[in-house]
């Protein structure tokens, strides 16, 4: 059968870096390919070559069998390829009909509103047209996202890590979702971490390391142990491994309560406590309070009700981020782009801003700046942040899996006595997930008190010494570890 795409020796350097090496890739129509690889490998750059964002330096793309200059994302629409980022793209403003349009210039809103409840209607979508993007949740964003891409005409669609977002089960209808797809005629391409989703939902399977195609399978000749081998060159297996030493009380959630916005749940009566040596994960699906919960533990807002209490430091319910970090406090947000790095600035200075702000590097002038690059530099060595070059790159560049090593480096700096972690091994491959839960690991057997919010119900599991149950904003249940995985998730989604 005719390749729906095609990448015949694609090759593209950043710099004096070459992030792919003439790389072979293809999609027929029907077809669910799984794209795999290691933080940093080259998916993404390979992709976006796919979709028209970046051109090759050398090798060509090839489009039902034709070679192709695919110019821009408009281009690549045109010839029926639409990718569905991470990071969705729509306008909170707007309502979905309005985002659609946006993303279909120059059609009548009628024949689009006609087209897109249709393809809404077959996919089994159930959205509203009319209502605003920004108050839609995670998994109906993304939907929309799809529904654009297949109102514009894609055949091949490319979805970069869709469930890195999802709860398990959006993430289970997600991937029923795709076949369909396929079996509609598409050409899918899943570039996921998620190894299980390319064992059990792809037709064949692409591994990709520093730059190259390494592997070109099928799922019924792979295992995870296999799979997980070939995209890292080593076998991984994480197992619990309880807290030796539990101390005090550190921190104290004391009756939070939080109105959520535009009809999000907000918080209700939340308390817990959590101690030195200890790790508190909280599981929950998403959408049932976590990232308000999250933001008043950083101090990026302030709670209607209750209070928020460090042993020594006394109450810091009204404190912003910065004192926060003073009194020992870390945080691994959710959204490292957004609240984690600055993008425009080097690697090295998005490390050193904590360094700075305790004036540990004495100023910011020359010698300052050349002491904090050398920290920066032996950070990023010993977390294995890859970035293709040094540490005067902007950290905007580095893969979304570098990012994430970046933001943990720096929060483990100095050594802190209390640790959020919100999803802290979201879009990182095996080892780096692995190799993040061992710095938590290390990090409360020193004695901290660390706090996991985390929607994989897997990786609360792994690490938690003891677990709350969020539900409708409400902690509804506590486990201690060992505990069983079906009780917890039988928790999660019991209603208050
Ligand atoms: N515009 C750019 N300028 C400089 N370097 C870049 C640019 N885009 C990507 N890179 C580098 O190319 C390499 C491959 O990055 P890419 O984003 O393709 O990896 P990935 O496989 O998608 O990783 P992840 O799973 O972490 O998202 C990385 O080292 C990255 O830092």
Redesign the pocket.
């Known amino acids: 059968m005719q390749d729906a795409l095609r990448l015949c020796s694609v090759s593209k350097s ?2 004096g ?1 070459r ?1 792919l090496d003439s790389v072979d890739f293809s999609v027929q129509p029907g077809e669910v390919h799984a794209l795999l ?10 992709m976006n070559i796919a979709c028209g964002l970046y051109a090759p330096d050398e090798g060509h793309v090839e489009v039902d069998g034709k070679v192709v200059t695919i110019a821009g994302a408009r281009d690549a629409a045109a010839m029926g390829i639409g990718m569905v980022h991470q990071h969705f793209k729509l306008v909170p403003a707007f309502s979905v009909l309005e985002n659609i349009l946006l993303f279909n210039p120059g059609r009548p809103a009628a024949e689009v509103a006609r087209q897109a409840g249709e393809i809404a209607a077959k996919m089994g979508f159930d959205i509203d047209l009319s209502a605003r993007a920004g108050l839609l949740g995670i998994s109906e964003q993304q939907r929309v996202e799809i529904l654009k891409v297949l109102v514009a005409g894609a055949r091949v669609i490319i979805l970069d890590e869709p469930t890195a977002v999802l709860s398990e089960d959006d993430g289970r209808a997600l991937m029923s979702l795709v076949r369909g797809l396929a079996e509609g005629g598409s050409a899918v391409i899943l570039v996921t ?1 998620k190894l299980h989703e390319a064992l059990e939902h792809s037709d064949r399977i692409t591994v ?1 390391r520093q ?1 190259s195609k390494i592997a070109e399978t099928r799922p019924a000749e792979m295992d995870r142990m296999r799979l997980t081998t070939l995209i890292v060159g080593e076998s991984i297996v994480e197992t619990p491994k309880p807290s030796k030493h539990v101390g005090g009380t550190r921190i104290r959630m004391n009756k939070l309560r939080f109105a959520g916005e535009g009809g999000r749940k907000g918080l209700v009566d939340v308390s817990f406590e959590v101690k030195d040596g200890e790790i508190y994960g909280i599981a929950g699906v998403s959408g049932n309070g976590q990232n308000e919960l999250a933001e008043l533990l950083m101090g990026l807002s302030i709670p209607s009700e209750g209070s928020i209490e460090i042993a020594g430091f006394g109450d810091v319910t009204r404190a912003g981020p910065a004192h926060r970090r003073r009194h020992g406090m870390a945080s691994i947000p959710v959204d490292r782009y957004r609240h984690g790095l600055a993008g425009g600035i080097a690697i090295s200075d998005n490390y050193a801003i904590n360094g700075v702000l305790a004036g540990k590097y004495g100023g910011w002038g020359w010698f300052a700046r050349k002491k904090a690059r050398a920290a920066a530099a032996a950070a990023v060595e010993t977390f294995d942040v ?4 040094g540490t005067g ?1 902007k950290a905007a ?6 990012a994430q090593k970046l933001v943990i480096a720096r929060e483990f700096e100095g050594e802190p006595r209390v640790i959020l972690a919100h999803s802290p091994s979201r ?1 990182l ?1 095996v080892r780096a997930g692995a190799a993040v839960h061992d710095h938590l690991r290390r990090a409360r057997d020193r004695g901290a008190a660390v706090i996991l919010i985390s929607e994989d119900l897997d990786e609360v599991l792994l690490l938690s010494d003891r677990i709350g149950v969020l539900t409708g904003g409400r902690l509804s249940a506590e486990f201690h570890a060992p505990t069983n995985r079906s009780d917890v998730g039988g928790a999660m989604v019991s209603h208050d």
């Open positions: 950043f710099g870096f992030a690889g290691e933080n940093g490998a080259g998916k993404s750059t390979l971490h990709m730059g890859q970035g293709a070059r790159q560049l580095l893969s979304g899996g570098n879009g491959d």
